[in-house]
C-alpha cells in the first residue's frame, strides 16, 4: 500500500511544480506584453483633432498621453489639422523617436503647404507647425536639415510681416509725435526733435517691406514739424515808432 500512496504523492508534487512553472511563465508573458504595451505610441484622429496615445502597464490598453514635463507636453499636446486632411487608420509607434519623426513628417508637409501659400495668415500658421516640429527631440539629422531649410524659407516672409507692421507701428507713432509738436504741449520741442528722426526711418522700412514684396501702405509725404507758438499769448514786442518820445 505504501508504494501506491508514494507513487500519488509524486504525481501530486509533478502536477503541482507543471502547474507552477506554467502560472510563472504566463506572468512573465504577462508582464513582458504589458511592458512593451507600455512603451507604444498611438496617433489617433478623434473629432478633429490629432493626439497622441500612449499604452498603460497592462497587456493591452492605452490613455491619452500625460506628463509633467512642460516641454513634453507641448510636444505631444493635441493638434488641428488643416481642412481636409484625412486619417485613414491609427498608427502605432514602438518608441518616442518613431513618433517624433511620423509627427515630423506631417508638420513639415502642413508648413511647406502654407508657405508656398505666401498668404500672411497661412505664413504665421506655418511659423506654429515650425515650432511644434522643433520640440521633437526624435527626429532624425536628415528631418532637422529639413527643418532648418523650412525656417531659412519662412524667414523670409515672417520678415516681410515683421517690417510692414514696424512700418505701420512707426507711422503711427509719427502721426502721434506730429499732434504734440504742433501743440503748446511742455513736450513739443522733444517731439518735433523725435519726429525729425523718424520720417527718413518710416520711409526706410516702407522700402525694405517693398523690396520683400510686402503690404505695406506707402508712407505719406513727411510736412514740416510744426513749431509751437509759446509766446503767443505774450504782448509783441514794440516797434520803434511805437517807443519814440513825442515831440514837444
Known amino acids: 500500500m505504501s508504494a501506491p500512496r508514494h507513487g500519488e504523492r509524486g504525481t501530486a508534487a509533478r502536477s503541482l511544480l507543471l502547474t507552477l512553472a506554467v502560472l510563472a511563465l504566463l506572468a512573465v508573458v504577462a508582464y513582458l506584453l504589458s511592458e512593451r504595451n507600455a512603451r507604444q505610441y498611438t496617433l489617433v484622429l478623434e473629432d478633429g483633432v490629432l493626439s497622441v496615445k500612449k499604452g498603460v502597464l497592462a497587456p493591452m490598453g492605452r490613455q491619452a498621453f500625460k506628463?509633467?514635463?512642460p516641454a513634453l507636453a507641448a510636444a505631444y499636446a493635441p493638434l488641428k489639422p488643416p481642412s481636409g486632411f484625412v486619417w485613414k487608420e491609427e498608427q502605432e509607434f514602438e518608441d518616442r523617436a518613431a513618433l517624433d519623426q511620423a509627427l515630423y513628417e506631417l508638420l513639415a508637409k502642413w508648413a511647406r503647404d502654407d508657405i508656398a501659400s505666401e498668404k500672411p495668415e497661412l505664413v504665421e500658421r506655418a511659423m506654429g507647425w515650425l515650432g511644434r516640429a522643433d520640440k521633437l527631440a526624435g527626429i532624425s539629422g536628415t528631418q532637422r536639415e529639413d527643418l532648418r531649410a523650412l525656417r531659412a524659407e519662412s524667414g523670409y516672409f515672417e520678415a516681410r510681416?515683421?517690417?510692414d507692421k514696424a512700418a505701420e507701428s512707426l507711422r503711427q507713432?509719427?502721426?502721434r509725435l506730429r499732434l504734440t509738436?504742433?501743440?503748446s504741449s511742455r513736450h513739443a520741442g522733444d517731439a518735433g526733435a523725435a519726429l525729425r528722426r523718424?520720417?527718413?526711418v518710416v520711409d526706410e522700412l516702407y522700402q525694405a517691406g517693398r523690396a520683400l514684396g510686402g503690404t505695406s501702405v506707402p508712407p505719406s509725404t513727411p510736412t514740416p514739424t510744426p513749431t509751437p507758438n509759446s509766446n503767443s499769448n505774450s504782448n509783441p514786442t514794440p516797434t520803434p515808432s511805437q517807443t519814440s518820445t513825442p515831440k514837444r
Open 67 to 69: 506628463t509633467s514635463d
Open 173 to 175: 507713432a509719427r502721426e
Open 161 to 163: 510681416q515683421l517690417l
Open 198 to 200: 523718424i520720417d527718413p
Open 181 to 183: 509738436a504742433g501743440s
